[in-house]
């Protein structure tokens, strides 16, 4: 019967979900076709040239970017880029040396030739940082969509941890358990949890891991950071709901090797290296990397969370040292294949292998510290990557990547005690040690090895109709099975514990145009999403009084639809209009759908997925200059309204030894907000980033069945940093010390103003105000090789948290070498 | 304690006499008697406020007093949730209050605090002094403990946890090859002194059922409701019965139950754990976040049973602290329905209680009066609401002869219901008023 039903609700939906798809697409056709008209209104002229460097020898991969076209000079230093008619700022940009900006002027189907000489520069010049990756950067930002860019160039050099440099960033908030290799959530202008997925390289990070994270990947690892909000675009297919940050590693266009070390407090050592080899005749590639993280964390805590509890139950306050929460993780990657061959721009096959270590201080609460816990986790994927423009027919660029991941993760918790913030077992009135009131640290012993097998496998196609059109097609599909062993369960219990096989596939496929003279970008998407997880529980079985193991074998099969726009309009250079919309969806988790027998919560079948819809629109102003001032600006707003939201109800009549109640989409929340950031640079010396996020995450749901409105109605949801700033200034003294050698001065100060952990709006439920200020400098040698940094962190000892009763570290002090050699 | 539980036998007894001699001009006088008994008693009220559903009582608790008189007028109006004090707890905090009212006692449950045991002055209104000292017994009993005020003249409470179930064989444990003969988990039973705020003693140890019992599967889940017995030597502790299939180590749901087993240990060493199983009752006797055993004016233990396959029973302990099978009792008999359910019940003196119940399966809420010596229930006559749950009940105050309930639908108003447990009359008192989604949990 059950079967019955369940087909019947799928087949009704699919039919639903068809419909709506049919309308997107007719919209999305119908556009393609107004708009057409476009891309004939402006013949192209061909603008090429030779880059040349101060001695007259030729740079290769220097990028040429005008209206929003970009090209890249070749070995030989020759380039070619097709522009529309009419005047144009051609800028020349490549690593180490300075900007030069040509002004051309290109009669329709005309040829014009522009050379250019690039002068050498220093490291550490300010424009470098803002100039040399601004091409993608501003592509990416300029699109339409709510995205950040973050540039890993300056912080590469410095003792920066990637989730630090996130959480620098506007509207996005990082909340991390304590110190380096801790867990972490991120909030993505009020949504957070399951709700923000993170890709490495457009692949989910699930692919790879605990031990290759953003808790691992040093930042010199990686070329920049995306961080979409509320509106996602197709190439990131995954059912993200509230945003996505996609994490593109380091791609490396010439030849280099850069290494450091970096050591400080808390005994924290971390170091990194990466490499590149080309062969320029045969095009074959080497690239290899690799990273190593420690620290002992054991940094100080106070205050009224932690406190030793005497025998008779009475508080003492102490002032102690973390003594549980060691962190370790090791990785590397290497990639072998061709780059810029007839056959492919890019061909590699690679293998990335990580592993690492996290002691636990303490759960969601610092108030009672863990000894023993710990968890460790391994990862082993292998990759293949194919990428060729002019794929079959002009103008149609196809990307595949593959990748198999083996992954395995084992939590440890065993020792049996309490202990005290000293480390010591707590002991009873009887002067006994005392049992955990569980069995173990956090709950019941165990040693839970649980493995899983990632097929991961994407291909895109993007079709260039003209220059103003593109289509662009992307399917994922992935798959996950997961099985888990308890080896503080007796065999039989072990071979009673059931597994969970989840795949993925998402369909999406974009229309992107561009009208008036590239002044208007848009970009329309639809995606599908389908999910199937197999569920198999064995069960006993009697037969003729035999009793035998039997496999019960359910499946949930679900599909949905999203579909989104972004746009932007230049309505002057230095005056952009941004919006971006999006109906987003999440797909009910494994657990949600089939509940857990471990936890006694019942299956329910019929779960929809989480659905929201975001929209954000915003400006961005500048760069104004007067004189050696330069400004610029951005504000942006937005909403997130999100309903179906997956809770789970409580029933205290029914027996929590035999059953709970299932998860039931009946949430509802809404997050409305704004952000702003501020970019003002004086001469080359002086830039001040100023960055601020507010915002509104309200309970949603307004009145109850008998037609009461609910107190929290559009109240702020307890437990969301609601309201944060984020500065960073930076000056630069040039030849201060040496010729040629460069210094800098970084001060960087975060605020999060305070906010409720609870409904009851109870003092001690509130996290207090946080400012916390750091100070930085950095040094680079005359030869352009060796930079040297030291950083102090939280200057003046104040007390942080991101979570509730969670203490992250004090004052803290680093120092970093860093030696890059190019083109040897 | 026992002095003033005397005292209120003796007023008992001259406002029964009153009542059954006097005629009506006699009810001021009646009233004027009482003041003298609880003049300036405080009446604490409880309301639990939703976390993300209706009902669920997860946005925390808040309290708010008012003297006797307003809580017997229904003109008076209150509303905690506008003008209550926050009880510091992340989830529904599980209060107990002294005997005069004065204190309350609270310990809270989960959160940085769970385990928390405070004190509050209670001044009247919004105003609570919460006092300095607090003592944790998270170390012991977890950080969402199960406790209960002993009868004792607000000298003890006792808290009690059960963790860490596994088989006998676990692969963890020390006989890991051995065959299955039980799971198992560990017990603990901690007092503590409420005046001095300290722990005054604990022990954990494994309890076991009998050794085929135990081969089924079947185990203490949960221990809960500690009663004090009347020479004052053992504690009679409820208990909620789980049942793991031992060829699969997976709970059961249709599991035939065991009769109603409690734990009796000796007090005040808290030693000697002894289980004792009724063959009366089939359901659990933990109750749920109150009371659900009481020392009755005969010398035995009462107690209600839950998710009982037969509806809920009273069942009685006698003084030998021994089930007593002769005694039967069956609420759905009494009351003519099926599957009684005992949210909540509190013994009002005389061999008289009130108990909060639901019935046939669904949540909707009833008040019954019951007598325990004739083994009748009657459904108190009030206005009864589809959306009034007792699920999460957890104060009826006994003053003198009077029984105060509030009854508020969850996101409705309601009122104040005082029960005379002598002559079962029933009085209406103060409007409480609701907020959507929230309830009220208790009269302390």
């Known amino acids: 019967m059950y079967a019955t039903t369940y087909f019947k609700n799928r087949v009704g939906r699919n039919l639903g979900y068809s419909r709506r798809i049919l309308q997107v697409w007719s919209i999305f056709l119908l556009l393609c076709f107004t708009c057409a008209a476009y891309s004939q209104s402006a013949p192209d002229g061909i603008v090429s040239g030779i880059v040349r460097d101060e001695q007259g020898n030729p740079v290769p991969k220097a990028t040429l970017q005008a209206a929003n076209k970009i090209a890249l000079s070749n070995d030989d230093g020759s380039y070619q880029v097709k522009l529309p008619a009419g005047s144009h700022r051609l800028v020349c940009t490549v690593t180490g040396y300075e900007a030069v900006v040509s002004q051309v002027r290109i009669k329709p189907g005309g040829q014009l030739t522009a050379n250019f000489s690039l002068k050498n520069k220093a490291y550490g010049e300010m424009e470098e940082v803002v100039v040399s990756k601004l091409s993608e950067k501003k592509n990416l930002e300029t699109q339409g969509f709510a995205v950040n860019v973050i540039e890993t160039k300056e912080a590469a050099v410095r003792n920066f941890q990637t989730n630090e440099l996130l959480d620098r960033t506007v509207g996005v908030r990082v909340r991390q358990n304590g110190g380096l290799g801790s867990a972490v959530t991120y909030n993505l202008n009020g949504m957070s949890g399951n709700s923000v997925r993170i890709f490495i390289d457009g692949i989910p990070i699930s692919t790879y891991g605990a031990s290759f994270s953003l808790n691992s990947i040093p930042p010199a690892l990686i070329e920049r950071i995306e961080v979409y909000k509320g509106v996602i675009p197709a190439h990131l297919a995954d059912d993200a709901l509230g945003g996505a940050i996609n994490v593109v590693l380091k791609k490396g266009m010439r030849k280099n090797l850069t290494a450091s070390v970096s050591y400080g407090s808390f005994n924290t050592f971390q170091a990194s290296a990466t490499s590149m080899f080309r062969n320029s005749k045969s095009g074959f590639t080497v690239k290899a990397s ?39 993780s090791v990785g590397g990657q290497v990639e072998l294949g061709f780059t810029d061959v007839k056959w492919a721009d890019q061909f590699f096959i690679g293998y990335n292998g990580s592993d690492d270590h996290n002691d636990i201080q303490h759960g969601t ?58 480390g010591e077992k707590s002991v009873g009135l009887s002067g006994d040690p005392i049992l955990r009131p569980s069995g173990a640290q956090q709950g019941a012993p165990t040693i839970n090895h649980i493995n899983r097998n990632v097929g991961t496998f994407r291909a895109g196609f993007n079709y260039d109709i003209g220059e103003n059109h593109r289509i662009v097609l992307n399917h994922i599909f992935y798959t996950i099975d997961r099985n888990q062993q308890d080896l503080m369960k007796s065999e039989i219990e072990r071979s009673f514990i059931g597994t969970r096989d989840l795949s993925k596939n998402i369909t999406s496929l974009a229309y992107e145009m561009k009208a008036f003279d590239s002044k208007l970008r848009t970009n329309l998407f639809g995606k599908y999403y389908q999910q199937k997880i197999d569920r198999m529980d064995p069960v006993l079985k009697v037969e003729n009084g035999q009793t035998t193991r039997e496999e019960d074998r359910v499946n949930s099969n679900k599909t949905t639809a999203g579909y989104g726009l972004a746009f932007s309009y230049a309505v002057t250079p230095s005056f952009m209009l941004l919006t971006s919309a999006e109906k987003a969806v999440r797909m009910p988790s494994e657990g949600e759908v089939f509940g857990s027998p471990g936890e006694n919560i019942v299956e329910n079948i019929s779960i929809r997925p989480e659905i929201s819809n975001n929209l954000n629109v915003g400006v961005r102003v500048g760069p104004y200059i007067i004189d050696k001032h330069k400004l610029s600006f951005s504000v942006s707003g937005f909403i997130r309204d999100t309903r179906d939201k997956i809770v789970q109800r409580i029933n205290p009549r029914l027996n929590d030894a035999v059953q709970t109640d299932p998860f039931e989409n009946l949430g509802k929340t809404k997050s409305i907000g704004f952000e702003a950031e501020a970019y003002y640079t004086f001469h080359e010396n002086l830039s001040v980033l100023l960055n601020m996020s507010k915002f509104n995450s309200v309970f949603n749901m307004r009145f109850d069945p008998n037609g009461l409105q609910y107190e929290y109605y559009n109240k702020q949801l307890p437990n969301e940093p609601y309201f944060t700033i984020n500065s960073r200034v930076q000056y630069v003294f040039k030849e201060l010390i040496q010729k040629k050698s460069a210094l800098n001065i970084y001060y960087n100060f975060g605020f999060v103003e305070r906010f409720y952990t609870t409904w009851l709006d109870i003092e ?24 040297v940094s030291a950083d102090a962190k939280n200057i003046f000892d104040k007390q942080a948290y991101d979570n509730f009763a969670v203490q992250k570290p004090g004052r803290a002090f680093y120092l970093k070498l860093n030696y890059t050699i190019n083109n040897f | 304690m026992k002095r003033a539980f005397l005292k209120f036998l003796m007023f008992g007894t001259v406002i029964a006499t009153v009542g059954l001699t006097g005629c009506k001009k006699d009810t001021p006088k009646q009233e004027e008697e009482e003041e003298e008994v609880d003049k300036d008693r405080w009446i604490t009220i409880a309301g639990a406020k939703m976390g993300t559903n209706p009902g669920d009582g997860n946005g925390g608790t808040v309290v708010y007093s008012i003297s006797k008189e307003d809580a017997r007028n229904p003109g008076v109006s209150v509303s905690v949730y506008d003008n209550g004090f926050p009880v510091k707890s992340n989830r529904t905090a599980r209060l107990q209050s002294s005997e005069d009212g004065k204190t309350l006692f609270n310990i809270a449950y989960t959160g940085d605090n769970g385990g928390e045991f405070s004190r509050y002055k209670v001044n009247g209104a919004g105003s609570f002094t919460q006092e300095d000292v607090t ?66 003693g604990y022990k954990q140890y494994e309890i076991p059922l ?75 006797n ?14 035995n233990i009462y107690q209600a049973t839950q998710r009982d396959s037969k509806g809920s029973h009273i069942l009685k302990i006698n003084q030998s602290n021994e089930y007593d099978n002769s005694y039967v009792f069956s609420l759905d008999q009494a009351l003519g329905v099926e599957d009684v359910y005992v949210d909540c019940w509190r013994y009002a003196g005389n061999g008289i209680a009130y108990a909060l ?13 019951l007598d325990l010596n004739a083994k009748t229930a009657t459904k108190v006559d009030i206005p009864y609401d589809v959306d009034l749950d007792f699920g999460q009940y957890q104060g009826i105050l006994v003053s003198g002869d009077e029984v105060y309930v509030a009854v508020t639908p969850v996101g409705k108003n309601g009122n104040i219901y005082i029960f005379n447990s002598k002559t079962g009359t029933v009085t209406k008192g103060a409007t409480l008023v609701n907020k959507a989604g929230n309830h009220y949990i208790g009269v302390f």
């Open chain 2, 210 to 284: 009998s050794a085929e019992e135990e081969l089924l599967g079947h185990a203490i889940f949960r221990l809960d409701a500690p009663v004090l017995n009347k020479a004052a030597n053992k504690l009679i502790i409820g208990t909620w019965m789980q049942k793991r299939n031992p060829a699969t180590g997976l709970t059961e749901s249709g599991f035939e139950r065991l009769g109603s087993k409690s734990v009796v240990v000796d007090f005040p060493s808290l030693e000697n754990p002894k289980v004792i199983t009724s063959t009366v009752g089939f359901g659990d």
């Open chain 2, 135 to 200: 003592v944790n017994i998270s170390q012991y009993a977890s950080t969402s403990p199960r406790w209960v005020k002993l009868f004792d003249g607000d000298k003890t409470g006792i808290a009690v946890n059960v963790a860490n179930i596994q088989a006998n064989n676990a692969a963890g444990g020390p006989t890991p090859d051995a065959p299955f003969a039980y799971f198992r988990g560990t017990a603990t039973v901690l007092a503590l002194n409420l005046q001095d705020v300290l722990i005054a």
């Open chain 2, 357 to 369: 119940y639901t019935y046939g399966g669904t949540s909707q809420g009833y008040i019954a009066r």
């Open chain 1, 365 to 422: 609460y610092m108030s009672i510290p863990y000894k023993g816990r710990f968890t460790e986790s391994q990862a082993h994927v292998f990759s293949l990557n194919y990428r060729k423009y002019d794929f079959i027919i002009r103008n149609l660029e196809f990307t595949l990547n593959g990748m198999y991941s083996d992954r395995s993760q084992v939590v440890v918790d065993t020792v049996r005690w309490n202990y005290n913030w000293f």
């Open chain 1, 290 to 328: 690799g990273f190593y993280n420690s620290s002992d964390n054991d940094y100080e805590v106070w205050g009224k969370f932690v406190r030793n509890i005497l025998p008779n139950g009475r508080y003492d306050y102490v002032r102690a040292r973390r003594f549980n929460d060691a962190y370790r």
């Open chain 2, 286 to 299: 933990s109750g749920y976040r109150s009371f659900n055993s009481f020392l009755a004016t005969d010398g």
């Open chain 1, 764 to 787: 001690d439920f509130r996290t207090p105000r946080q400012f916390i200020q750091d100070l930085g400098v950095s040094y680079l040698f005359p030869n352009k090789k060796f930079v």
